[in-house]
């Protein structure tokens, strides 16, 4: 019988809205629609017998389950989980039309050069180095049929690359919102994805 991992982003922040990259070393809490969120999930998925909750190492992650743990959900926080490393653009605003290398590094990303980061940052290969050991830790627990994972988008994006065995340069083709789940099964030996991109627990009335 397949396993079952809910992969959740975190819910939504003032930086978020404001465009503003947080990273692994902002530790920023949901705004009031974040927490909006994380409500109209737990309305929608807090019947599910979850045999364990994982978050990472940042505040945003645990806010956006804390319903689950509040009913007592065993948790565990893993800074494997954490986002990347943006290094000093951190608590700025970065975008492609004003940000030359930005979009220089996404665009090497995108060509293979997953070794490639913003100055001080990490990159995707870094990411995904730190996320193995917590990939091999929920592989090796057979007796955690059903499980939550909370982090971010970034970071969400090159561990999809790693359970599906797609290169990372393929990360883009991962897209997320806040709040957005993916659901896969695990069968022992392979992930598959059955809900993508899925924020229908965001569109009830409430």
């Known amino acids: 019988m397949p396993r079952t991992i809910f992969l959740l982003r975190h819910g939504q922040t003032d930086f978020n809205v404001q465009g503003i ?42 806010e ?21 490393s943006w290094g000093v653009r951190e608590g700025t605003r970065i975008t492609l039309e004003e940000d030359a290398e930005y979009r220089e590094v996404l665009a090497g990303w995108a060509a293979g050069s997953t070794d490639g980061r913003l100055t001080g940052g990490e990159s995707p290969e870094e990411v995904a180095a730190r996320q193995r050991p917590v990939i091999e830790l929920l592989k090796s627990r057979d007796d955690e049929r059903t499980v939550l994972v909370c982090m971010h988008g970034r970071a969400m994006r090159v561990l999809l690359c790693q359970l599906l065995n797609y290169p990372l340069s393929y990360m883009e083709g991962f897209e997320h919102s806040n709040l957005c789940l993916y659901k896969l099964e695990f069968t022992g030996t392979v992930f598959t994805i059955k809900n993508f991109l899925d924020v229908s627990h965001l569109q009830v009335a409430g």
């Open 64 to 84: 956006s389950v804390q319903r689950f743990l509040d009913a007592g959900h065993p948790h565990e926080a893993h800074a494997g989980l954490n986002e990347i």
């Open 21 to 62: 990259v947080q990273g692994s070393g902002i530790d920023s809490s949901l705004n009031e629609m974040g927490r909006r969120q994380a409500a109209q999930f737990y309305a929608a998925y807090g019947h599910v017998p979850f045999d364990k909750v994982y978050t990472s190492a940042l505040r945003r992650t645990q």
